[in-house]
């Protein structure tokens, strides 16, 4: 038996530029933009979002599946579900600052 090489399933960012992010949702916080071209290694995935390592890179995040293309097998790519959690202390309003109103004196 000839073993097969594991080929490691790439992702290009085919739609002009792609958010990576921290965790697999536009509510994470923005890590930084991947450029059209730009490749990653595919490590894991949680619904429509790739957890990925950047090429020549050591920078891992989150990127949309939208934007990008896959090559190679998804077949051993793992679920993943141990991404942070989302702030539960974000406020369902934002209170305006304060304004300074100028006195006059008489």
Do not use: H
């Not at 960012?13 to 933009?33: D, E, K, Q």
């Not at 071209?37 to 957890?51: F, K, P």
């Not at 793992?78 to 989302?86: I, M, T, V």
Request: glycine content about 6%; charged content about 15%; cysteine-free.
């Amino acid at each position: 038996v000839i073993p097969v090489p594991q080929v490691t399933p790439m992702l290009t960012v085919s739609s002009g530029s792609a958010a990576l992010r921290s965790g697999p949702s536009l509510n994470y916080p923005y890590v930084r933009t991947l450029k059209n071209g730009e490749q990653a290694e595919i490590l894991g995935y949680y619904e429509s979002w790739y957890y990925i390592r950047v090429e020549n890179s050591s920078l891992l995040g989150w990127v949309w599946g939208n934007n990008v293309e896959t090559a190679g097998s998804m077949e051993n790519v793992p679920l993943k579900s141990d991404f942070p959690s989302l702030p539960t202390d974000i406020p369902d309003t934002i209170t305006p600052p304060p304004t300074s109103e100028a006195t006059a004196e008489a």
